[in-house]
């Protein structure tokens, strides 16, 4: 199943999304954006302690992908991390 995202929304959430985003969070987004840019492929795993704002600068970064035309995909390790994520996933093992 291929999910389609709206590019022009996609970039306005990530446009809107990175003028609030606090300065650690802006430093995660900024490193990530960079190694996109510069087509570097990988694994993320952002590991912060409750109400840091992960979802909310994950959800940045997933616009700025999405916006750009390419695939993020996100999961998470439990059901209700993966309900924070639009189309989110739980890694069952």
């Known amino acids: 199943m291929r999910l389609q995202y709206n590019k022009q929304e996609c970039t306005q959430n990530f446009e809107e999304r990175s003028q609030t985003l606090n300065d650690?969070?802006?430093e995660f987004v900024l490193s990530i954006q960079r190694k996109l840019d510069d087509e570097q492929g990988g694994l993320i795993f952002l590991n912060r302690p409750a109400g840091r704002g992960k979802t909310y600068a994950s959800n940045c970064l997933l616009n700025y992908?999405?916006?750009e035309g390419q695939t993020a995909l996100a999961w998470a390790s439990s059901a209700i991390a993966?309900?924070?994520y639009p189309s989110?996933?739980?890694n069952c093992t």
């Open 24 to 26: 650690e969070q802006r």
């Open 65 to 67: 992908v999405r916006g």
């Open 82 to 84: 993966a309900m924070n």
């Open 88 to 90: 989110g996933r739980k």
